[in-house]
């Protein structure tokens, strides 16, 4: 067997590739996971992280609701260490109609959400933070969830079954027998070595950037490009998800996720080519913070940290120019049967949240090719570091009295936290101040999760998405990559790219402390180290 | 485009900058590995807490509370506020019956005062320093202070009308020291107010300000203390008009700024007119008003500012009084902490930490070969004497020396 022969071979390193590189991992296949970039760097990345209950899509859209609920309450048994239980509120402001209320909590009902309308009091004690004004709210099971660390979860997965993964590493082209897909061409984005890999089955999970892995492949799949942009606090404002109990909208959930809070979202149109380079404008700057202050009033006077927006993977359908009409269904193409292409399957469309599920159906349809008949297991067992329910559990277990850093370790790694080499100076010394990551737990992340840039490390430790943004921890955290892959150079320039990075996400908040502290990071690199 | 016009955040911790600066000041850090930093444990910690309280750290108790931090901060984070308000909200370990003694600083007097002959022998012996080290753990190296006889509330009560009979009139807020331990300095103050034509009356009833049960983890206690001698300032100030003034830095800090940062007692209408009476008379005498020294008094001093005294800014006033007597060799210390803040140094676990951070300032000291250490705090005083043999006097004794009777 030829060492670039797989079984399969997924395109697209988000979720919903990682999902099925783990699915098809665990149904006993070769995999093959390529990424151009680094895992979750699309709309994976790119959300609230929001853990949805569904109750946001019940009225509308009741298949997505239903696909929410069952997924939510898979992903609290099987990704623990990547989810906060924190629960969701609903609530009705005065300018809202409190009669939506109802027909909102008989569609959660029917999609089996458990919504309950609760007293106003009563949700001003649950959320302190929310807008006292409101006049009605409704609780439901919403959570939070860490999409870059359920990506790095179901990617090591695969790994420890076998999976081999290819980051920073861009498909270029197919190679194909008469109508038949039999691999693909790529290239590394970073070293220019090229590669052709081979496989029976290729999965285009590339969300909104599949419409032109599709066309490589000589299929048209067209996407519906929608831009969502987000900020995000520097500090959790609130601890329960805070949704308006009203028509989906702009600006209408704020999510506490890990140490900040992140308010969205906006919807635009864009045009195709647009997708990878998306900014925020300075409208919807304007719009999420007013819009958020109506959820939790002291948003407005709350340091932003970050401004960001994604790409919602929306599979074309019809007119609408918003976007928010359609549908997030899960779209699964066997391009065989639709476009008479063997050997080429688009998993599309969809949610973070379904992402399990779209992985399932993906790898469902893998196996009808291969005619392998294997159950999806990925519903029942655990990722690496869920094996455990709560982080509290899981320090209590490694360490007798566990510091701040290693319980924030345990809260990210989950049982993987045992891997971290600590009990001496320079293991435990802090890489990241804001977030407590220390060398022992960004080493074992450089062993184990495929790092190769500063970029790379922050979406699977938080270095540098504290307050101060880069400014203590990329230069340490530099220093470990450039030991790790033996050359200061490539280090010294990823580092300014890191930083330019971090930037990107200040300008368009850039004004009070978080300008101050740009300022200070630039003082720093720039006139202290000579950056 | 909206721009937020101001950002706000408790004790200002989102205004931190990450300078490190705060770190670099603690005299804590440098002489204990366990404790995690100013940075570390007040704003940083914080986003942490914001998530999760499981995220408290017990090694917050290692802060001394001295605020410098604070001073140093350049972004005006109230770092220390924020470690004390971290420790009120999220430790629940019981305090142990050493730190209630400890803490119940008033309690205490009132129950040895009237046995101070005895008590100040009993616990001046070397087997019961041993006893309370080995049960107790108050470290042996520690004396406590001597209780005095006589209240210094009890010799005012009986000068009253006296004092009544000065056309300007002061309230003093004189604290469990002076009115356990030494009412000497109680007394001292009265007689250069009444130098000053200034009598001195006191508060209705107060209470121990309640530091030292914010540090040792009685803070509901502490409220109802504090709540208490707001009451008790306010009848003085909106009442009768009066300015209060203390002789104690920390019972003043107290007062001041932990009152309503920490315990969230409301003392706005009456903060601005509770001063250290270093300030009180140093603005008189900036006003005009004469004071009559002594001909022929000399005394080499050397100054400590005490940590709260610099928090608020005031140490000057206390340099400059004593600069003003004539015969004073004025050496103005280092800016240390003594290490001792209130009951952390008598605690066996921090003796050696509590030393390590006062050695500087205990050399200087030493170098400096002072007559007497001049200082406005008492626990800075027992430490200082403890730790260099060298005499430590309030400033407000050393003006009261100074002048004529």
Redesign the interface.
Known sequence: MNANEFDVIIIGGGITGAGTQRDCAMRGLRTLLIERSDIATGATGRNHGLLHSGARYAVNDPESAEECIKENMILRRIAAHCIDETDGLFITLPEDDLAYQQTFVDACRRAGIGAEIIDPELARRMEPSVNPDLIGAVKVPDGSVDPFRLCAANMLDAKLRGGQVRLHTEVTGFIKEGNTIKGVHTVNRQTGEKADYYAPVTVNACGIWGQHIAELAGVKVGMFPAKGALLIF???VN?VVINRCRKPANADILV?G??VCVIGTTSTRIPFEECDHVAVT??E??LL??EGAKLAP?L?????LRAYAGVRPLVSADDDPSGRNISRGIVCLDHETRDGLKGFITITGGKLMTYRLMAEIATDAVCRKLAIEKACETADIPLPGSEEKS??AVAQKIWEAP??AQ??AA?RMGTRASRIRTGNKRDDA?IC??E?VSVGEINAAIDRLEVSTLTDLRRRTRVGM???QG??CACRAAGLLAKAHGCIERERKDLEDFLQERWKGNFPIG???TL??AE?TQWVYKHVLGL | MKLQEYTESKHNFEECMKCTVCTAYCPVLQANPLYPGPKQAGPDGERLRLKDPYFFNQALKYCLNCKRCEVACPSGVNVADLIQSARIKYDHTPPKLRDVMLANTDFMGKLARPFAPIVNGVTGLGITKTVLDATLKIDHHRTFPKYSGTSFEGWLKRHRKEQAAFPEQVAYFHGCYVNYNYPQLGKDLVKVLNALGVGVQLLEKEKCCGIALIANGMSAQARKHAEHNVEQLRQAVTGKGLKVVTTSSTCTLTMREEYPNLLGVDNADVRESLLLATRFIYEKLEKGAQLKFKPGYHKKVAYHTPCHLEKMGWGIFSQKLLQMIPGVEFTLLDSNCCGISGTYGFKKENYEVSQAIGEPLFAQIRSVNPEVVACDCETCKWQIEMSTGYTVMNPISILAEAIES
Do not use: M, Q
């Open positions: 520097a500090h959790r601890n506490p890990d140490t300075p409208d700057v304007t913070i007013t002291s407005s006077s709350t340091r932003i982080y509290e510091t701040t319980k924030a809260s802090l101040e804001c407590e504290g307050t101060c400014e203590f004004w009070g402390d101050r502290e200070y």
